[in-house]
């Protein structure tokens, strides 16, 4: 069974930092590209945060988050991190993680219709 769990979410005043986990099992983790979105408020269509590929992990980030998030992936412990700092009110939502078997040679996506597996999800909430 595939499966990716998230972790690490929380509340947490403006300005502080917060590191997201996603751990996977049932997949080929080394060969997978993986992704964060987050959606807020629910309903909205999901925004893309970051990604990282399986190649080398070249990495992606979205526009509202650069500068602030760094993914990283530990590949021994079929793992994906992402690391906030900064965190400002809009950043609140709900984090979801996913992954994807990407096609030889394509950068790794920031479209969530490319990724096909997804968690249940972790809450970030930022207070002002």
């Known amino acids: 069974q595939v499966q990716l769990v998230e972790s690490g979410g929380g509340l947490v005043q403006a300005g502080g930092s917060l590191r997201l986990s996603c751990t996977a099992s049932?997949?080929?983790?080394?060969?997978?590209?993986f992704g964060w979105f987050r959606q807020a408020p629910p309903g909205k269509e999901r925004e893309f945060v970051a990604?990282?590929?399986?190649?080398?992990?070249?990495?992606r980030y979205g526009d509202s988050v650069t500068g602030r998030v760094t993914i990283s992936r530990d590949d021994a412990e079929n793992t994906v991190y992402l690391q906030m700092i900064d965190l400002k009110p809009e950043d609140t939502g709900v984090y979801y993680c996913?992954?994807?078997?990407?096609?030889?040679?394509?950068?790794?996506?920031?479209?969530?219709?490319?990724?096909?597996?997804w968690g249940q999800g972790t809450q970030v909430t930022v207070s002002s």
């Open positions: 996913a992954a994807y078997r990407p096609p030889w040679g394509r950068p790794v996506a920031t479209d969530s219709k490319e990724y096909d597996v």
């Open positions: 049932g997949l080929m983790f080394i060969r997978n590209n």
């Open positions: 990604a990282i590929n399986w190649n080398r992990g070249g990495v």
